[in-house]
T-cell receptor, first 117, second 110 residues
Framework: GAVVSQHPSRVICKSGTSVKIECRSL??????MFWYRQFPKQSLMLMATSNEGSKATYEQGVEKDKFLINHASLTLSTLTVTSAHPEDSSFYICSATFEGGGNQPQHFGDGTRLSIL | DAKTTQPNSMESNEEEPVHLPCNHSTISGTDYIHWYRQLPSQGPEYVIHGLTSNVNNRMASLAIAEDRKSSTLILHRATLRDAAVYYC???????????FGKGTTLSVSS
């Protein structure tokens, strides 16, 4: 089945550090990729939607200058958390989909647990 | 976005069938019904989806009411590995993001 690889799985770093998270679709070309954030005991919250070669669309309340998204190819999207602070500590999850017709599933990475000290 | 309503939690015993309900009374004609599940500390996993007809795959079955205002995810024989949060989500059109609600936390006992 379709596989999405997310790296790294865990990051622990100091406040003020910028952190980059990669999301790759391994066996299909992802027309659209999504980034979610999940706080403890809560559901996933959509942060942004990105299409290859165009600017990401951010959800209300998500700072685009803080959460930089690059979708350089049909198999790779990156999320950079710039100047991270403790309140940015969360579980970040990427997702990808291929819409070749019909209503295809979204495929998710295993998530990145970000801890800012 | 059309919303879904699911029970907060359900319990099951191993080897027994599990029926997870979902209400979506405001569903539109083009909304697909998607089910995902999330195990602790992992990303969500696709389970099944459908539009009008019942669907079966190796993981589960999806029973969709004739008026499409509700659906039921059926796990035929629950195992301990099926303990997870199950999300029922309506997807209005291809390419749009899945919007997650609180889902149903399924506990499975041996």
């Amino acid at each position: 089945g379709a596989v999405v690889s997310q790296h790294p799985s865990r990051v622990i770093c100091k406040s003020g550090t910028s952190v980059k998270i990669e999301c790759r679709s391994l066996d299909f070309q992802a027309t659209t990729m999504f980034w979610y954030r999940q706080f403890p005991k809560q559901s996933l919250m959509l942060m942004a939607t990105s299409n290859e070669g165009s600017k990401a669309t951010y959800e209300q309340g998500v700072e685009k200058d803080k959460f930089l998204i690059n979708h350089a190819s049909l198999t790779l999207s990156t999320l950079t958390v710039t100047s991270a602070h403790p309140e940015d500590s969360s579980f970040y999850i990427c997702s990808a989909t291929f819409e070749g017709g019909g209503n295809q599933p979204q495929h998710f990475g295993d998530g990145t647990r970000l801890s800012i000290l | 976005d059309a919303k879904t309503t699911q029970p907060n939690s359900m319990e099951s015993n191993e080897e027994e069938p599990v029926h997870l309900p979902c209400n979506h009374s405001t569903i539109s004609g083009t909304d697909y019904i998607h089910w995902y599940r999330q195990l602790p500390s992992q990303g969500p996993e696709y389970v099944i989806h459908g539009l009008t007809s019942n669907v079966n795959n190796r993981m589960a079955s999806l029973a969709i009411a004739e008026d499409r205002k509700s659906s039921t995810l059926i796990l035929h024989r629950a195992t301990l590995r099926d303990a997870a949060v199950y999300y029922c989500i309506l997807r209005p059109q291809a390419g749009t993001a899945l919007i997650f609600g609180k889902g149903t936390t399924l506990s499975v006992s041996s």
